[in-house]
């Protein structure tokens, strides 16, 4: 059974640019959530996806967005970014809405 | 409002010492609690959750949180530290609202362990 992949596992971006990260959620769960983590900061819930629907999401803008593969997999998209926009992101998936396992994560600089 | 409270930034103990990290919840249900451990670079490491039943639960590498609800705590003690402990441990509530399920975390302890 393998756990959550996420990729890239860093990355640059500029001010301004789009970024895709990817998430595997691990095998038989149909639930992905994805947290920003800022430095020194605990993760961030930023939303949800639960068999290919946004099920819930936290306070972040549009410019934040997702989505939810037939196979469970996920994205997360961030249009127009930030500075502030840097941090590590985290995807955790589960079975329904228990408990959740997170992956190593993508660390985002933008710059 | 849900909310988290981890009150120690940082905490240091030697080698061998035991271990007790504090955990405060704000939640209007019974909670879902939940610690996880991070090490530098990586994710997020389950280390033990309390659902309900027994308020004392054991988890992974000899970790156990003790869950009291009169404190609204959930406090997780290890009784001999070792120098792999080192890490940064996370508390986090589980809160449902309108159909979805999402954690709150709290800012972390960051554990340094003396050789």
């Known amino acids: 059974e393998t756990g959550v992949t996420q990729s890239p596992t860093h990355l640059i971006k500029t001010r301004g640019q789009q970024v895709t990260l990817r998430c595997s959620s691990q095998s038989g769960h149909n639930t992905v959530s994805w947290y920003q983590q800022a430095l020194g900061q605990g993760p961030q819930f930023i939303f949800q996806?639960?068999?290919?629907?946004?099920?819930g999401r936290g306070n972040f803008p549009p410019r934040f967005s997702g989505l939810q593969f037939p196979n469970y997999s996920s994205e997360l998209n961030v249009n127009a970014l930030e500075l502030d926009d840097s941090a590590l992101y985290l995807c955790?998936?589960?079975?329904?809405?228990?408990?959740?396992?997170f992956g190593p994560g993508t660390r985002l600089l933008v710059l | 409002a849900q909310s988290v409270t981890q009150p120690d930034i940082h905490i240091t103990v030697s080698e061998g010492a035991s271990l007790e990290l504090r955990c405060n919840y704000s939640y209007g249900a019974t909670p879902y609690l939940f610690w996880y451990v991070q090490s530098p670079g990586q994710g997020l490491q389950l280390l033990l959750k309390y659902f309900s039943g027994d308020t004392l639960v054991q988890g992974i590498k000899g970790f156990e949180a003790e869950f009291k609800r009169s404190q609204s705590s959930f406090n997780l003690r290890k009784p001999s530290v070792h120098w792999s402990d080192a890490a940064e441990y996370f508390c986090a509530v589980g809160a449902g609202t309108s159909g979805t399920y999402k954690y709150i975390f709290g800012t972390g302890t960051r554990l340094k362990v003396l050789a």
């Open positions: 996806y639960y068999r290919e629907e946004e099920n």
């Open positions: 955790a998936s589960s079975w329904d809405q228990e408990t959740q396992y």
